[in-house]
């Protein structure tokens, strides 16, 4: 969840570290903080409680410089939100250490190094590792050594960056289920959790596989693999440019990408489509060895992706005659199910780093399914390495912590991989035919909803004031109304709710009163009369409806009913356009409420703890 940057050079450092952690900040966090080298050998450290502007004016008060430094955004799990919790931690004079994840048996280590007298002045387990390695340096071990032997003791998901201050040439990394990345530069490398802390200095980067250790230096990289070899890791070359990182004109990173939303879905499409069929080899080498014998899916994934996978399975069954369950990740993991015969195993993830979903696939792996498949917007990440068909999502860089882009083309995907499977499972070139058509509509259906933007932001007036809020739709689109309702409640605070409309009798109806807005999505499908119905039973209670309906339902507003005309889209992809007014309403419902809308409060982008 949280950041990571660290950088060794000719130069100051200094700035790169505040850069770095400026543009890793949508992860989320609660507190900064960074250790340099300096020339005289003291390790000069700042940390503060808050944003990474503050950490800022806390240097220009009291300014260091070094040519090799490591700095952090702390998103707290163990102990408060307080400068002394905040990283880096130090142990004595000498030792420099930041962490992400979580080391879980750091309790009995911490009470062994208490007994041998260290001073913890934290309440983190982070802490326990700049200890035990200043530890084995006492005892004559070399940085690289030290951390090795620290690190074999630890159990848990982290990534570590460390420098010892009598050894000013070099940071020692190492990762466990959290991500690390490094970056190439010339005469000058660096380190950090994600690409774009680096994109100002580097296009070159180094992916660290699980269990690796390495040792930076100016004009070097080694690496060792988690049994202690000496291995390559292959340099990749990023398409994204620093300014692909930058709001540009908009107000905020989550307009942005809302907005990008008709480039990312065409982005999507680009070489997964050919003479208006699918392209089954799009997914890798082993799509036309797998594919045919896929019998049932089984998608997991958390939050957002989650919501896609639900959406997914409809298309599945549906189109593809696929059974398919769908599970958020962090209850699969701790369950033992049953796998059918020809069973394909599906994640989502926006990041592919996210501990849940990758440490599902792990388990998975380890069991009958008959291969796996991630729909994935990191194209370096985890999840995408470990997984054995990729569907990439095209998406770029997604900043804001509140998924858009990066939900709409994992619809869009799902479209595609049901529609390669359905080849296998009866469906005619000529439905197949038919169907890749509409998927060339989705982008211009998602631009003319954008053209609604200022209606959007009217509409969020009613919203500013309110409590609740409760979202209903049926089939495909009730994991459309969910989303809405995350999003809402993600960067607005509303409580917001959803539900399937026919489950208003059994429950949710007794919170209908005036002050309940209910938001329905009314596309023109089968199941339309049976939600008119629904919102009959909502006004006949007072309830405030407000119902985004494709123009062609005959839909009209009337007291109590707030109607917002939607372009027709066709049922395959009305599930992707009838997202999109949801994100506007609720991001413009945050920007009335004041709220950090790409940072909103607790929450992180990545979430790499469990």
């Not at 340099?36 to 502007?53: E, F, H, N």
């Not at 070899?229 to 004109?249: M, Q």
């Amino acid at each position: 969840m949280c950041g990571i940057v660290g950088a060794v050079a000719e130069r100051n450092i200094v700035p790169v570290l505040l850069e770095g952690l400026r543009r890793l900040e949508y992860r989320g966090y609660d507190s900064a903080g960074l250790a340099v080298v300096q020339a005289d050998g003291s390790i000069a450290l700042c940390r503060t409680v808050g944003k990474v502007s503050e950490l800022e004016a806390k240097l220009y008060q009291r300014p260091c410089t070094g040519r090799l430094g490591i700095a952090h955004t702390r998103w707290a799990t163990h102990g408060g939100v307080t400068e002394n919790n905040a990283h880096p931690h130090l142990s004595g004079d000498r030792v420099a250490v930041i962490h992400n994840g979580i080391i879980e048996n750091f309790q009995p280590i911490k009470d062994e190094l208490i007994a041998k007298g260290y001073e913890f002045k934290s309440e983190t387990d982070t802490e326990v590792a700049a200890h035990l390695v200043h530890e084995y340096l006492k005892h004559g071990h070399d940085l690289l050594e030290a951390v090795r032997l620290a690190t074999s003791r630890f159990i848990g998901a982290y990534a570590l960056l460390v420098v010892d201050a009598l050894d000013p040439e070099r940071i020692v990394v190492t990762r466990v289920a959290s991500p690390l990345v490094i970056g190439l530069g010339i005469g000058e490398n660096f380190v950090a959790s994600g690409v774009p802390a680096l994109l100002p200095v580097t296009q070159r980067f180094i992916y660290l596989e699980q269990g690796d250790i390495a040792e930076i230096r100016r004009e070097s990289i080694r690496i060792f693999d988690a049994n202690g070899n000496a291995v390559e890791r292959p340099v990749h070359e990023t398409h994204w440019s620093p300014d692909a990182a930058e709001k540009g004109p908009y107000r905020h990173f989550m307009l942005k990408e809302i907005f990008e939303q008709p480039a990312a879905i065409t982005d999507t499409l680009y070489g997964r489509v050919s003479n208006r069929r699918v392209v089954p080899e799009s997914l890798g080498p082993r799509a036309l060895e797998l594919l045919p014998q896929v019998q049932n899916v089984h998608i997991v994934a958390c939050g957002t992706s989650y919501h896609a996978g639900k959406v997914g399975r409809y298309w599945l069954e549906a189109l593809a005659g696929v059974p398919c369950t769908v599970e958020i990740a962090s209850e699969y993991r701790y369950r033992a199910p049953v796998v059918p015969p020809g069973t394909l195993f599906v994640t989502l993830s926006q990041s592919g780093e996210t501990a849940d979903t990758l440490e599902a696939l792990r388990a998975a792996k380890r069991m009958s399914y008959i291969g796996s498949l991630t729909i994935c917007n990191s194209p370096h990440s985890s999840i995408v390495r470990e997984s054995d068909l990729v569907m990439m999502t095209q998406a770029g860089p997604e900043i804001g912590v509140a998924s858009t882009k990066a939900f709409t083309t994992q619809l869009l995907s799902l479209l595609l991989v049901t529609l390669m499977l359905g080849r296998h499972r009866g469906m005619s070139p000529e439905r197949e035919e038919e169907l890749v058509a509409h998927l060339y509509h989705v982008a211009a259906a998602v631009e003319q909803v954008l053209a609604m933007n200022d209606t959007l932001k009217l509409l969020a007036e009613d919203f500013a004031e309110k409590q609740h809020a409760l979202f209903l739709g049926r089939g495909p689109m009730w994991p459309v109304a969910m989303e809405g309702a995350l999003k809402l409640k993600e960067i607005s605070y509303i409580h917001a709710e959803a539900y399937a409309a026919g489950e208003l009798k059994h429950g949710p109806l007794a919170l209908i009163d005036e002050e309940m807005p209910v938001i329905v999505v009314a596309p023109n499908n089968d199941l339309l009369d049976k939600l008119q119905s629904n919102m009959q039973v909502v006004r006949a209670r007072g309830g405030q409806l407000y119902v985004f309906a494709d123009r062609e339902t005959g839909i009209e507003p009337e007291p109590g009913m707030k109607v917002i005309p939607m372009p027709h889209a066709d049922r395959l992809i009305a599930p992707i356009v009838y997202t999109v007014p949801l994100q506007l309403l609720a991001y413009h419902v945050a920007v009335l409420k004041g709220t950090d809308v790409d940072q909103p409060r607790n929450l992180a982008k990545s979430v790499t703890v469990e």
